[in-house]
């Protein structure tokens, strides 16, 4: 069974840092590209950031770029998303999702997300 | 990044069809596929439809999607009241992105 779960949310004052992470299994991690997407409350999605399966390849929303950094572990099947100079507007849920295996960029299965609120 | 563009809200009755439109642009959907995801409050949303028109296996026939130049659409047939939820739109951009439309309310009366 495909699962993945989402940590590492929590409170954070404006411009501070934190760290997510999303440990996968019950699927082939090393060859799946994945994503992060997040859901401010009540508001629609909004995607993050994509990281290919072997790493090397990476997209940032413009939202996010020069302030957060995906990246993944294929040994610990882990993805993680370092989050500096966070605003008020980054609070959301946050979903890491695994991509469909016939769309490359697709969010397909998504964890259940972790909680990020900024706040002073 | 562009914004796919769909209706705040719809609404059905049981049995009957709806449909949610989805509008992007040149470099949106009209050069990349549209998927469809299924959002009940609370819950992670779940993929509907993939690359305009197919359904993941467990996905009923009741959901189907076309797509037609920069414009997409999801219809859903014989409308059951578990329908009611969020539903959103989504497309890889060019300029290096995923959008997604900004959900559809569905009701069902």
């Known amino acids: 069974e495909v699962q993945l779960v989402e940590s590492g949310g929590g409170l954070v004052q404006p411009g501070g840092s934190l760290r997510l992470s999303c440990a996968a299994s019950?699927?082939?991690?090393?060859?799946?590209?994945m994503n992060w997407v997040r859901q401010a409350p009540g508001k629609g999605l909004e995607w993050v950031s994509f990281?290919?399966?072997?790493?090397?390849?990476?997209y940032y929303a413009d939202s996010v770029k020069g302030r957060f950094t995906i990246s993944r572990d294929n040994g610990k099947n882990s993805l993680y998303l370092q989050m500096n100079s966070l605003r008020d507007e980054d609070t959301a849920v946050y979903y890491c999702?695994?991509?469909?295996?016939?769309?490359?960029?697709?969010?397909?299965?998504w964890g259940q997300g972790t909680l990020v609120t900024v706040s002073s | 990044q562009s914004v796919l563009t769909q209706p705040p809200s719809a609404a059905g009755t049981p049995g009957l069809r709806v449909t949610i439109s989805c509008s992007g642009s040149?470099?949106?959907?009209?050069?990349?596929?549209v998927s469809w995801y299924q959002q009940v409050p609370g819950r992670a949303p779940k993929l509907l439809i993939y690359?305009?028109?197919q359904r993941p296996s467990g996905v009923p026939d009741r959901f189907s999607g076309s797509k037609s130049g920069t414009s997409a659409s999801l219809a859903i047939s014989g409308l059951k009241s578990e329908d009611e939820a969020d539903y959103y739109c989504?497309?890889?951009?060019?300029?290096?992105?995923?959008?997604f439309g900004g959900g559809t309310k569905l009701t069902v009366l």
């Open positions: 990281i290919a399966n072997h790493g090397r390849i990476i």
């Open positions: 989504a497309a890889w951009d060019d300029s290096l992105s995923v959008v």
């Open positions: 040149s470099s949106s959907i009209g050069s990349n596929t």
């Open positions: 690359s305009n028109d």
């Open positions: 019950g699927f082939s991690f090393t060859n799946d590209n």
């Open positions: 999702s695994r991509t469909h295996p016939a769309v490359w960029w697709l969010p397909d299965y």
